[in-house]
């Protein structure tokens, strides 16, 4: 009889050991299941769980949590997903940029790998493994090829910079995070736009942009640029500019426009300096009114700026300054 005791008591040793180490063991499971995922990883399981994504080109399925995303565009991805908090894996570089990238954002994107944003090394991208490829117009020939090296979607071109944020962050599930930043770009908006046109009324504006041989004017519509001076800060537009997306223009071209008010932003080309020169030591430039009256502003690259908020942020303010210290 206790020899039979012994052994109950044994088992239930034995069982309650083998319980224990079960809880601990689920209990383990459970806490690391629930751990947020280390930079470039995902937490187990987190790889297979995908979203479709309707685009340009079709239907997509794309990673649930991209963690290695790559942006081959010419419209400043990068600055839209830098403003949502996305760090990309991938991002455009161009041969005219000092920085590689868009100079705007370039301190941002220290770190990142730099793939050309118009004519993409696929053999490179494809040994760097990107989990999600997103891309602009420019490279929809590339689609098929950038398809088998990871998921792809086209973003199809809008003037509207907010439709393509709003994309964009569908995409990588940040839709949240992009409406903040409209909201924000809205307040930044209003509080500028008082300043401004207390500071010039209704005088007329222009946007230039010094090429190597004419001069681009920047019309009403068809460019973000365009809707922030005409439609968002309610500028007054030189008389004859276009209601398309720009004009090319000789300098003599340019003086019938006669503006109050000129920004004037330089292509990047080696002989910039002494084509600007040449223009200013012109007869024709010296007589229109936003010459005469000191008005004219030299820029950044607002055509790149314009597409994100980070870099509209930064022409708002620049548009502020210049304009309220007259």
């Not at 944020?165 to 992009?178: D, N, P, R, S, Y």
Request: hydrophobic content about 40%.
């Amino acid at each position: 009889m206790l020899k039979s005791i012994k052994l109950s008591l044994g088992a239930a040793a034995v069982l309650l050991v083998a319980v224990l180490a079960g809880c601990g063991g689920a209990g383990e499971k459970e806490a690391n299941s629930g751990a947020a995922p280390a930079s470039g990883t995902q937490a187990p399981g987190a790889q297979e769980e995908t979203r479709t994504i309707k685009h340009a080109k079709g239907e997509t399925k794309v990673p649930a949590l991209p963690q290695k995303i790559a942006l081959i565009n010419d419209n400043a991805y990068e600055d839209n997903m830098l403003a949502m908090g996305v760090k990309p894996y991938v991002g455009s570089t161009f041969a005219w940029s000092d920085k590689k990238f868009y100079p705007h954002i370039a301190d941002e994107l220290q770190g990142v790998r730099g793939m050309d944003g118009q004519a993409p090394n696929l053999e490179q991208l494809s040994e760097w493994k990107p989990d999600l490829i997103i891309i602009s117009g420019q490279n929809e020939k590339f689609y098929e090829q950038l398809s088998k090296i990871a998921p792809t979607v086209k973003v199809a071109f809008n003037a509207d910079w907010r439709v393509t944020h709003m994309q964009l962050a569908e995409i990588v599930g940040k839709t949240k995070e992009a409406e903040k930043n409209l909201q924000d770009y809205d307040k930044l908006l209003a509080e500028i736009k008082n300043d401004v046109q207390k500071a010039i009324g209704t005088q007329s504006v222009m946007v230039t942009v010094i090429n190597e041989k004419t001069i681009r004017i920047q019309g009403k519509t068809g460019h973000a640029l365009n809707d922030l001076l005409y439609k968002d800060l309610g500028l007054t537009p030189a008389a004859g500019i276009s209601n398309e997306n720009r004009a090319e223009v000789s300098l003599e071209g340019m003086s019938t426009f006669n503006p109050d008010h000129i920004f004037m932003q330089r292509n990047r080309f080696s002989t910039i300096e002494q084509v600007v020169k040449n223009i200013q030591d012109n007869p024709v430039w010296k007589n229109i009114s936003a010459v005469n009256n000191g008005n004219v502003y030299q820029v950044d690259n607002w055509l790149a700026m314009s597409w994100g908020p980070k870099g509209r942020a930064m022409i708002l303010d620049q548009i502020k300054k210049d304009l309220k210290a007259k």
